[in-house]
């Protein structure tokens, strides 16, 4: 039970780092980003083709496919997004959701859809006795990782200009604006930095997931779930939605196994009939 | 120090604002009254650069800012506050304040901001929405002014609020007006905007059909009270 407690938190960790990216571009740019599980996935596939082909480590991967990947981010922003904002949001939607259909694509032409081998770094190979049971030290790894990278995003969030700029932006955007505040400056470095915590969590995954094109595609519909019952747009409510889920489905897949893939739309089903706007949202948020 | 020349703003199909030509002088308070749907919010937002779709030329200090984005309107010294008074609930109060930066030459200090509304320095670590429907408001009036804006657009301030934050509010508007801000005010209650202004325009379907004095004002207040509907 705890032992699967704790798969739970790990799996919920991936949620928290999609989702949190997820729900701080919703907030700014009102765009759904339904490419942000092919950056995950692209993640992933980085730090495979770091290591296949030029024999970089995982840990050098772990800074190197991000930043890249982010860079990526701001180029798509500038080029496409930001022009596309002012329009109607569908096109942004159609946009991304093409964009990840076209990545998901270009990957599987060039390596097929079965999954790509990835080992677990030697220095996290072995196990960690945790008292009541013994847990392989990668998934300790990647939950503390994630625990601190949400923790440090909070701080910046909560305790600095530029986060309050953001919450600001975040909450209402227009108002920001009308308040002096240059939204559009602030709008690129976030979506980057939403597409790098994607590619971060991909990166992580990598040593214990299937590395293969679809495991976005298969992950960002649980992620969009997390972010609605977080609270479109709430921060806070992304993560702790995150890790929730990631309990609900590990547990639910334990003891009822047979609706583990239908739980979490239940629990967001049931989250919306309680609080329409989500866990963490405001109802003005939700309109 | 604001000149509004045929200014014409629509939703799609249904126009809003019909060739609205007005200016306010420096130090004046000038107010905008009409019933709902006249198109007064339209205009402050208009002037805001927030409404898109809309014609004409909006002047500020001699400059036009027709086609400037908000936040450079809101730098040039455009102090906003919406008719919904627009706290941030993810910010505290004291964020609130600070969140806007600096424009104009003569700009509050947090210290002097908490002198005039203690209130808020008590609660500023509170999140902004948790504040009263007055706190609120004296929040938003505090947030523009500590920005030193020239130019307050301010929509409905008074409403829904009690007798006494009403006064208040007046002896506020008085003060920075003595101060030299330029003030342009939604407001319905017609006794309270002859008490703080100095002219006012009757606002119907998007069109200015009327110009007042105060003394005007006071003579039809009864009637005018009747044709807004309250």
């Known amino acids: 039970m705890l032992q699967q407690a ?32 092919a950056f995950y996935m692209l993640g ?10 030029f024999g970089v480590s995982f840990w050098l991967a772990l800074p190197i496919v991000p930043v890249v990947l982010g860079v990526v981010g701001v180029v798509l922003e500038r080029l496409f997004i930001h022009r596309l904002a002012p329009l109607d949001p569908l096109y942004n939607f159609l946009f991304t959701f093409g964009l990840a259909l076209i990545l998901q694509d270009l990957v599987k032409r060039q390596y097929g859809v079965q ?44 305790r600095t200009r530029v986060g309050m700029i953001v919450r600001a932006a975040t909450e209402r955007p227009e108002l920001s604006r009308a308040l002096g505040i240059d939204v559009a400056r602030w709008v690129t470095p976030v979506f980057g930095f ?29 992620v969009f779930a997390v972010v609605v019952i977080g609270g479109l747009g709430s921060v806070f409510g992304s993560v702790a939605a995150g890790f929730a889920v990631g309990l609900v489905s590990a547990l639910g897949n334990y003891y009822v196994p047979s609706l583990s893939q239908t739980l979490v739309f239940i629990l967001m089903a049931a989250v919306l009939l309680w609080r329409p706007a989500g866990l963490f949202g405001r109802e003005e948020a939700a309109l | 120090m604001l000149r509004i020349d045929g200014l014409s703003a629509w939703y799609g199909e249904a126009q809003a604002l019909r060739d609205v030509s007005l200016h306010v002088d420096k130090g004046e308070i000038v107010t905008l009254v009409g019933r709902n749907g006249a198109g007064k919010t339209t205009l402050l937002r208009s002037l805001m650069g927030l409404h898109h779709g809309t014609s004409g030329t909006v002047r500020f200090m001699d400059e036009d800012i027709s086609a400037l984005n908000p936040h450079k309107r809101a730098r040039r010294g455009l102090g906003y506050v919406p008719d919904d008074r627009g706290i941030f609930a993810t910010l505290s109060v004291e964020e609130n304040l600070t969140l806007p930066p600096g424009m104009g030459p003569d700009p509050w200090s947090l210290e002097r901001v908490y002198e005039t509304f203690p209130r808020l320095k008590e609660r500023r670590r509170f999140p902004g929405t948790k504040l009263s429907g007055g706190e609120q408001q004296m929040l938003a009036l505090a947030r523009v002014l500590r920005t030193g804006a020239r130019l307050l657009l301010c929509d409905e301030p008074t409403e829904g609020l009690s007798p006494l934050i009403v006064q208040q509010i007046g002896e506020i508007l008085r003060e920075v007006k003595a101060a030299g801000v330029t003030v342009l005010l939604i407001e319905q209650n017609v006794h309270f905007a002859a008490t703080v202004a100095d002219r006012h325009h009757l606002l119907a379907e998007g069109r200015i059909v009327e110009s007042m004095d105060n003394d005007e004002v006071r003579a039809r207040e009864d009637e005018l009270l009747q044709y807004l509907g309250i």
Do not use: E, K
């Open chain 1, 115 to 158: 999954s790509q081998p990835y080992p677990r770094p030697s220095a996290l190979g072995g196990s960690i006795d945790l008292g009541l049971f013994t847990y392989p030290a990668y998934q300790v790894f990647v939950l503390g990782v994630s625990v601190v990278l949400c923790g440090a995003v909070w701080v910046i969030l909560t």
């Open chain 1, 44 to 53: 992933a596939f980085g730090s495979y083709v770091l290591l296949d082909s």
């Open chain 1, 6 to 37: 704790f798969n739970g938190l790990v799996g919920g960790a991936f949620y928290a780092l999609l989702a949190l990216g997820l729900a701080v571009i919703f907030g700014m740019l009102g765009v759904v980003n339904f490419a942000h599980g």
């Open chain 1, 194 to 222: 939403g597409i790098a915590l994607a590619a971060f969590a991909g990166v992580l995954a990598a040593p214990m997931r299937a590395v293969n094109p679809l495991m976005g595609s298969d992950l960002i519909i649980t």
